[in-house]
């Protein structure tokens, strides 16, 4: 049963089933049109029809797979417009030999057809013009549409990637930590399980969607400041939260990295103990979220501090493709501190408000 309803869908998404369905619905809304204004049977306004139908098909597909692919170019346009107007000038006359056949017992519409020669022409050139036009935004739909594809698939790969770059390290310092405390057969211990255990669930089952709600995203950067404390007992941490979350989602794991750099490279190399300070704020559907962090005495080595921006040129490349102009990002690195101060428009129910300007 799914086999068959896979290749029924498969079927209905061919391109030539679309364009027999449209030729005929046409097909049908000209013929019942043209019995508004006559007398005569179906079949002769059925017929009339079918032989326009086909001529504005012939017109059209000679244009949009010939004409247009070879020589609708800039250096090209000339022959373009002549292969055009050639189109029309050929098919025609044939249109109207076939029509002056068909009325042979009607003197009358043979009389019009002589008479009106130049109508058809003009109608043959409007409908190549018409073609044309369709021809070229079915293209840029087609082309934009592959565009948001590829833009997609990007997206999840870079996504995959910030994962991969958050796994590892923390992971196994976490681990470390945990192993510390199992020996030491400390009551943190069973917390710091069920935070890892949130936060490796949130990390490999919730975030495959392209927005998750802001409130779960909080969540994990809370389970993930509770953990880094167990490192770094005597550094100053700071998280809060301050507006309304409601329902607003955000894209997965966009502020993990800045977080994460924070402590990469300011906790590290501290004569005195060091400081992160986080502050989130929502107000009217806009987040801001600013991260600063102290500096180490002893800056870390060029390679070390080159491998931690992988993760925040990840990022910086989510946020152009996913929230554009709905975000903006400012960077602070002063002598002693260092500091990110981010501004995104938020989606609450699918709906995203104005831009940021």
Not at 17 to 29: D, E, G, K, N
Not at 312 to 319: C, I, S
Request: aromatic letters at 12%; glycine letters at 4%; one cysteine or more.
């Amino acid at each position: 049963m799914n086999d068959l309803l896979a290749n029924i869908k498969r079927l209905l998404t061919r391109r030539t089933i679309y364009h027999a369905a449209f030729w005929f619905v046409l097909l049908c809304v000209l013929t019942l049109s043209e019995m508004q204004g006559g007398d005569a049977s179906f079949m002769h306004f059925f017929t009339n029809e079918l032989v326009n139908v086909l001529f504005y098909a012939a017109i059209y597909y000679i244009n949009s797979e010939f004409l247009i692919p070879k020589y609708l170019k800039p250096n090209k346009l000339i022959h373009y417009l002549v292969g055009l107007v050639g189109t029309a000038l050929v098919l025609t006359p044939i249109k109207v030999f076939i029509f002056f056949q068909k009325f042979q017992h009607f003197p009358e519409d043979q009389d019009f057809l002589i008479s009106h020669q130049s109508y058809y022409y003009l109608i043959s050139l409007m409908t190549a013009g018409i073609s044309t036009i369709v021809k070229i935004s079915s293209d840029w739909v087609r082309n934009t549409q592959t565009q948001r594809d590829l833009e997609t698939r990007t997206m999840q790969t870079e996504l995959n990637f910030l994962k991969s770059q958050i796994n590892p390290h923390f992971l196994f310092n976490t681990l470390n930590s945990l192993y510390a405390l199992t020996l030491k057969k400390s009551d943190e211990a069973p917390e710091v399980v069920i935070k890892l255990s949130e936060m490796m669930r949130y990390m490999l089952y919730e975030c495959n969607e392209a927005q998750v709600p802001l409130s779960k995203e909080v969540n994990y950067i809370r389970n993930y400041l509770d953990l880094e404390r167990l490192r770094h007992k005597n550094m100053d941490i700071k998280f809060d939260v301050e507006g309304s979350i409601g329902d607003l989602t955000v894209a997965p794991l966009i502020f993990i990295a800045f977080i994460e750099n924070a402590f990469k490279h300011g906790a590290s190399n501290h004569i005195s103990p060091g400081f992160v300070h986080i502050h989130i704020y929502l107000e009217g559907g806009e987040l801001n979220l600013y991260v600063e962090n102290s500096k180490p005495e002893k800056q870390p080595s060029q390679d070390h501090r080159r491998s931690g921006g992988i993760g925040l040129v990840n990022v910086k490349r989510r946020l152009d493709i996913l929230y554009k102009s709905n975000h903006h990002l400012e960077v602070y690195d002063k002598p002693n501190t260092y500091a990110v101060n981010l501004w995104l428009k938020l989606l609450a129910n699918g709906v995203l408000s104005e831009p940021i300007i």
